[in-house]
Structure formats: C-alpha cells, structure tokens
C-alpha cells in the first residue's frame, strides 16, 4: 500500500494518535481511559503508520524493539507495585504524594498509581506491536 | 586438606572446589550426628520443630532416634567418603561440579527422609531422593541405556511415592495428625481401623519399590548404569534403603499382623533367594554386587516381617553391616574399573600383585559379606539365623532360605574379592595400578570398620543397634546381645553349614552359571515386562490422540462447543433453571439498531465466501457489542472494546492475505448440520445470560467500588481504580501474560522467516 495520500494521512494521525493515547492514559483515573486503552490506542496509531510507510519505517520511527518496551513496562509496573514495600505497607498498594496541598486544595497529585498504569500502557502498546509488525515482516 | 593440584586449568579449580565443599558439607553434617550419639545411647529421643504450612498441619519436624541416627550416620559417613572417592574418580569429568551437586542434593534429601517425624514433609524427601536418583542414574545422558534405566527407575520409585502419597493421607485421616511420633502412639486403634489394609498395602507399594522388593527389583540392577560411587552410595548404602527404613518405621504402627508378617516375608525371602541366585549367575562385577544388594534388602525386609527381638536385632545389626561392607565393595569395583578398564571378572585375574591395598580391604570387606569371624559379618550372620529361628511364620523355611542366601553371598564375595586379584592372569584394556589415596580412603576405612565392630561389638550395640531395636519396637522389644562367641549353638552350626555349602558352591561356580544363565533364559523377564508395559502406554496415548487431536480445526471448534452445549445445557434442563422469557420492555430505536447490526454482522459471516467480508462481519458484531457497552454506561469497556476489534480485525486481514481464497461449500461438508449445531449453541448462550441476568444481583460490591473509589483511592473512574490500585496485583498478572503472549508470538513468527541475518536491534 503505497499510496501517498494514506502516507501523508498517517504520519498527521500517528501524531494525533499518540497525543491522544497519551491523553487517554492520564485521565484515566477520572475520566474514561487509563492505561490499557492508551497503550492500545498507541498501538493503533503505530499500525496505521506500518500498513501505510512499512514496518521497517514505523521500526525506525517507533526507535526501541517494541518486545522491549512490553519487557520495561512490565518493570516500570513491577517497581511501583514495590515502591509501597519501600515505603511500608502491602506490594501494590497505592502511594500518594500531594504536592502543595491545603486546607481546601489537595494540590498535584502524584501517585505509584499512574506509575503503574504507565507500564500498563508500555506493555499493552509494545506487545501488540511485536506482534503486528512480526506478523506484518512474515506476509 | 588443601584443594586438588590435578586440575590445572581455572575451569579444574573451581571444579575441584565444588568437590571439596561436598566433602566438607558432608564430614560436618557427620560430626554433627556424631554429638547424638550420647543422648541417644542413653536412651534419648531429640526433636525439633517448627512450622512449615500451619493451615494443613504441615511442619517441619525433625526427630532423631536411634533408627535415624542410624541412618543418617550411614549416610553422611558413607557420603563423605564416597563423594571424596569422587573427587578422583570424576577429575577432569566435563561436569564434574554438577555430579557434586546432585550428589549433595541426594544426602540431603536423604537426611530429610530418615529424620522427618512429619508424614508429609518425609513424602516431600522421600520424591526428592527418587529425582536425585534419577538425575545421577542418568549422569551419562548421551547414552540410551542410562537414560533408559533412569527413566524406569525414577518411573518405579515415582510410583510407588504415589501410593506412598494416597497411604500417608489415609493413615493421616485415620490417625487424626501427620506426625510420627503421634501416630506411633496409636498403633492398636491403627490396625482395627477400617482402613488398615488399604493404609497397609500403599505403604509396602512405597517401601517395595524404593527397595526394589520382587517383583518391582528390576529398576536396581538397571540403576548401574550410574557412576560407581552412585551405585556404592545410593544404590547399595542409602537410597534403596529408604523403604526399609518405612517399614521400620511404620513397625510400631502397621506390623504385628498376619497381613505384615505374611507379606513381608514372603516378599523379603523370594527377593533374597532370587537375587543371590542371580548374582553368582552375573559376570560384570558392579551386577553381581547390585543382586547381592537385592538379596541384602530381601533379608532386611524378611527380618522386619517378624515381631521378635532377635530379628529386629539382625534387621539393625545387618543393616550397618551391609552399608558397610558393600559400600566397600562397590568403590572398589571402581577402582577396578578405574585401574584396569573391565570389570568383566573373566578378564579379571591376579591384581594382588599391582594393588596391594585395594586387594587388603577387598579382602577384609568380603570376608565380612561371607560373614567369617570375627568380622561383623559373622555377628550379623549369627543374629539372622537366631532371628530366623525365632520368627512366628515358618521358622525353617525362613532359616532355610537365610542359609541358601548366606552361602551364595559367601560365593559373590568370593567372585568380587578374591578372583580378579589372586587367581590366574589378567588380560585387561589398561596396565592395573594402584588407586591414589583419595579413592582408597573410602574402600580401606568401610573394610577396616567392619573388622572393629566385630572385634568390639558394644561400639555399635550401644548407641545405635539397641536404641534402634527400641526406635522399631516402640520399646516392646528387648534387643539381642552382639557377640562374637555365644558358645556352640544352632546358630553357630548353621554359619559352619554355610561355609562349607559356600566353599562347595564356588568350586561348582563355572556350572552353576551354566545352568542358571539357562534357567534365566526361560524365565518371564521383568524388564521386557516393564517395555511392554510403557509400549501399551504409547499405544493407548497415541491411539487417543488420533481421536482428540485430529489436527483438524472443525473438529476442535465441534467438540469444545458440543462439550458446552451437553455440559451447560444439560445442567440447565437437569436443574431445571430456566424460569421462563422474562417480559422484555418497549425496546427503543437505538436497541433496534444495535441488534440489526449484529444480527446483519452474524449473518454475513455465515453467507461470505470472502476470508476479508466474514471478518468485516465479525468487527461489525463486536462494534455492535461495543455499542451496547456505550448504551449500558460503560464507556472505558466500549472503547477497549473497539479498540481491540479494530486491531484484530487488521491482524486477521494481514494473515489473510496468506490463505487461499475459499470456493462455495470448501472445507464445510455439512453446512446444514454446522447451521443446526450453532444454533443451538447460541440458544444455550442465550438462555444461560437470559437466566443469569433476571437473577437478584448482589449489588454490595458495586456499593463498596463506589464509596471507596474516592475517598481512599482518589479516584473517579471506578474501572481504572479497580484495575490499577484495588486490584492491580491481578492486573499485573494480566499484563505479564499479555507481554509474554507478545513476545512468544514475536518469537515464533521470528524463528519462521527465512532471513538468516537477526536484525541490527537483535544481534546486541
């Protein structure tokens, strides 16, 4: 598939795509998202790219081997799941940092959570790539 | 002891380190026994314990008595020495430090099993010295026939641990507790409980294939195919005397009935007639040591058939004795191995000459095993036929069968130990030398100890014979004395009988094998047996897997949904849980929509030819699906919904473009039967979720989601603070699978490709 307008179409939305997961991953405490719908809306956009310019192009530009990203996620996940050991308390449970907070305002908050849920979407997004591109190089 | 020198290389050091620190693991955990030995020689039991899994009564305890100090001495004396034997006979082996490990891992689990006073935790041992075992019987993997004789051997012994497993848990129910020392109190209400015979037989299925009892003896000779200080170690000293020591045991708890004296004597006394039969017929030397192994565990177990004193007593006393005098033995089959290349014994001949010392404690060791004076052999020799006399079955066949036995031991003793080094020449691969001390050490030390406790008996009476008699007795016995000279009795007259019927046997030794290598040729042979036996399961497997796994998609997709449709619809009609349509309200236009379109999506996918059209309707079906999510209120579920069947949708497209294209009516034969069958699935599916959903819900936990969501976890969206915070260990789990799945994807379609150059990102 090698038609330029699909090609100028998916780099525009491979960026809009990835801004968007990324949105996605960060509302998702309150609002609709999260984590899993980010990375496979990450995924998505990278797949658009590879059926439109290549994998090997949609490689270069995604720079590390998706099966690592899945394997960092999965770290990342891991360590936040820890982090409460560190700081007292059962593996996995959430720890809260309010940064600025008064009275009224609870301020930034900041939490292993998010951490958490990063590695979620580092896992979702790197293992669907591995296995679109692998599957994509195959045919 | 300063690290071997002949391992030069750096590889060779740290090998050798391996070996050393097995050794010095092995001379501590014997002198640490060794400080039992006051204690338990002046009646004393030590206990240890503490909890390993509370919830199912499981602990860790440990007790020592003099049955498992007995042992435990035996095993970490014995395994000192064999495994410094080692370091010699393995230097340079390219996995010297491996063989060093399995070998320490044995005596562990060795230890574990005759110190346990916990049912389970013995179970748990016990298996590990079955896999150690297997692992060493297979030590030279790159041959077929070690790896036959592991597999059968681990397979045997696995077994009968499975039998072992099902007795301990019924002796457990019937008992009320897992521990020994308990249970042993309880042995009257034991054997009148209903489950007595049942507990009974698992337990001698244990024990019988551990100590390779008729007719499960076959695995042991197969065992040579190990190392030769494996077999001195595991296969003579230690191992195979795990079921022994069950039965001992379990004495105070299982014997004292007609089913146990029965049963064990007839086991123990056609094991010992048969194996020393067997072993004089043999011409390799580790064989001929391995049946008189099988004819040692034959006796042992012939002796604890009975409840009397003295044969316990010559349970006990035979038992070191034998560890003794066949560990020696088999170590010095190596060193014959070692030095001259065969251990054929009609290669063998005149060795006395190049190997003095080798041939001074072969000596010593089978004149002991021949049970001369004043060797311990002849005290154990004495307390057999005393003991013999004394059993409650058939005292003369029993004493009958000792001295058959007996006299053909004096016979192997005499093939192993006097004919390759004093009788003619030798016609050997290699130029026979005298071994290095390290693997004479162990040979010279066993011989020597055998002589001791003969001349001063008490060494071992005292603190290990008599407290052990009392260990298998539950204290009801009153052990016999250790004495040389007990004046002229029947038992004495009957050694003097044995003799003379030995010396006659080896004269008569060359015919003998004649016959019996006729007779055996006519005989039932237990190790086809065994291959028949895994055949028919080859058969069976294979035959039940044409079935099951045709290899044939359809095939699998009908028989999961025929085994959902039977097994969910007909506990519907069986329980009777369909309670009816329930009253569907005024449907709105958007619900109208949303099922036209997955209708219309199922539909296309039933009619198409087209691989892309069938899934371009499946997507419609699950956008539907999607929708109904939305309708619902659940949009985080909606969109992952969607998310998922749009990538798998260009996920099925890509691996289409590799298939044919389908023509009408390819592959599907019987699409009215397929329209039939899927019907009713979807019938079933439905009446399940119709069911389900006109239920009462239990809402409590939506209520808790809710309230909690917030105010401890500061969150709105109650999906994503249940999948990251409340839950995220599940979640974690989750993601693991799907980066594994990823990746064994990847890695598989990688391993496909024809490019042989791994790209850039790999290489590194």
């Not at chain 2, 049955?67 to 390219?94: E, N, Q, R």
């Not at chain 2, 009257?188 to 001698?204: C, G």
């Not at chain 2, 007593?313 to 088999?330: D, E, G, P, Q, R």
Request: proline share 5%; hydrophobic share 55%; with cysteine.
């Amino acid at each position: 598939m090698k038609s330029v307008i699909l090609r100028a179409g998916a780099r525009l939305l491979v960026a809009l795509l990835l801004v968007f997961s990324i949105f996605m991953l960060l509302r998702g405490h309150n609002e609709p998202g999260g984590g899993f719908i980010g990375g496979l809306i990450g995924a998505v956009g990278f797949v658009v790219y590879a059926i439109a310019c290549g994998t090997s192009e949609a490689r270069e530009a995604l720079r590390v081997p998706p099966e690592k990203i899945a394997m960092i996620g999965l770290g990342i996940s891991l360590i936040s799941g820890m982090m409460a050991l560190v700081l007292g308390g059962s593996p996995f449970t959430g720890q809260w940092l309010f940064i600025g907070a008064t009275e009224t305002e609870k301020g930034l908050p900041l939490s292993s959570v998010l951490v958490f849920d990063i590695g979620v979407y580092l896992v979702v997004m790197g293992a669907i790539l591995a296995l679109v591109f692998a599957l994509e190089e195959e045919v | 002891m300063a690290p071997s020198q002949d391992n030069a290389s750096p590889q060779g050091a740290s090998q050798a380190f391996a070996g050393w620190i097995s050794v010095a693991l092995a001379s501590a955990l014997f002198a640490l026994f060794w400080q039992a030995l006051g204690p338990i020689g002046a009646g004393e039991v030590l206990r240890f314990e503490r909890p390993w899994v509370p919830s199912l009564g499981i602990s860790l305890s440990f007790l020592i008595d003099g049955l498992s100090l007995t042992f435990a001495l035996l095993i970490t004396g014995i395994g000192a020495l064999v495994m410094l034997y080692s370091t010699k006979y393995l230097a340079g082996h390219p996995h010297f430090a491996r063989f060093f490990l399995f070998l320490t891992l044995f005596m562990m689990s060795m230890l574990g099993v005759v110190t346990s006073d916990n049912l389970l935790t013995l179970f748990v041992f016990w298996e590990l010295t079955s896999i150690t075992s297997y692992l060493l019987i297979g030590f030279s993997h790159s041959g077929a026939d070690s790896r036959r004789s592991a597999l059968q051997a681990l397979l045997v012994t696995g077994a009968g641990g499975l039998a072992l497993l099902a007795g301990i848990i019924l002796l457990g129910w019937a008992a009320g507790t897992y521990e020994l020392s308990e249970i042993r109190a309880q042995g009257d209400a034991i054997r009148e409980h209903a489950l007595y015979l049942p507990i009974l037989i698992l337990f001698l299925l244990g024990a019988f294939t551990k100590s390779a009892q008729m007719p499960f003896h076959f695995w042991l000779p197969n065992a040579m195919a190990a190392p030769t200080p494996v077999s001195a170690y595991l296969h003579s000293a230690t191992m195979v005397k795990a079921g022994i020591y069950l039965m001992a045991r379990m004495h105070p708890t299982l014997a004292e009935t007609d089913v146990w004296l029965w049963t064990l004597t007839i086991a123990g006394a056609s094991t010992a007639v048969f194996a020393s039969f067997m072993a004089v017929r043999q011409t390799d030397l580790k064989q001929i040591l391995a049946y008189t192994t099988l004819m040692a565990l034959g006796t042992l177990t012939l002796f604890l058939a009975a409840d009397v004193g003295y044969a316990i007593t010559a349970a006990m006393t035979f038992l070191i004795v034998h560890s003794l005098y066949k560990a020696a033995l088999f170590l010095i089959a190596g060193i014959i191995d070692h030095s001259t290349g065969t251990r054929e014994i009609d290669r063998l001949g005149g060795l006395a000459r190049a190997m003095p010392i080798t041939t001074a404690a072969a000596a010593l060791a089978a004149l002991s095993m021949a049970g001369f004076p004043p060797f311990l052999g002849f005290i154990g020799k004495e307390l057999k036929y005393a003991g013999a006399l004394a059993v409650q079955s058939e005292p003369y066949l029993v004493a009958a069968a000792v001295l058959l036995a007996n006299a053909l031991m004096l016979v192997a003793a005499g093939l192993v130990a006097f004919r390759p080094f004093w009788r003619g020449t030798h016609s050997t691969p290699k130029t026979p030398h005298e071994a290095p001390w390290r693997m004479l050490a162990g040979p010279v030390i066993l011989a020597l100890l055998g002589a001791l406790f003969g001349l001063n008996s008490d060494l071992i009476a005292v603190p290990l014979v008599e407290p052990g008699v009392k260990a298998i007795s539950a204290g009801e016995l009153k052990p016999a004395e250790l004495k040389l000279w007990a004046g002229v009795n029947i038992p004495l007259i009957l050694s003097g009988v044995t003799i003379a019927l030995g010396v006659v046997l080896l004269f008569l030794h060359n015919p003998m094998r004649k016959i019996l290598a006729g007779i055996e040729a006519r005989m039932p042979w237990f190790d086809r047996g065994w291959d028949n036996l895994l055949d028919s399961f080859k058969t069976v497997a294979s035959w039940q897997t044409r079935i099951l796994q045709s290899g044939e998609m359809r095939r699998y997709v009908y028989t999961v949904f025929a085994t959902l449709l039977i097994a969910v619809g007909g506990t519907l009609i069986y329980k009777g849980a369909w309670a009816g349509l329930p009253a569907i309200p005024d449907l709105e236009v958007k619900h109208w929509v949303v099922t036209l379109l997955i209708v219309a999506g199922t539909a296309l996918v039933t009619v198409t030819n087209s691989r892309i059209t069938a899934i371009a309707g499946l997507g419609a079906v699950g956008i539907g699906v999607a929708l109904i999510f939305i309708i619902y209120g659940a949009p985080d579920v909606a969109i992952t919904q969607l998310l998922v069947e749009t990538l798998v949708v260009v996920l099925f497209a890509v691996a289409a473009l590799r298939l044919p294209t389908l023509k009408p009516g390819d592959g599907f034969p019987n699409r009215k039967l397929d329209a039939v069958f899927a019907t009713a699935i979807g019938a079933v599916v439905a009446a399940i979720l119709i069911t389900v959903t006109t239920g009462p819900i239990d809402l409590r936990l939506t209520a808790f989601f809710e309230q909690a969501s917030w105010l401890e976890a500061y969150g709105r969206n109650v999906v994503n603070v249940i999948l990251v915070d409340f839950r995220a260990l599940d979640t974690f789990g989750e993601i693991a699978v799907v980066a594994v799945a990823g990746i064994a994807a990847w890695s598989l379609l990688k391993g496909q490709t024809s490019d042989p150059e791994p790209d850039g990102e790999d290489a590194k």
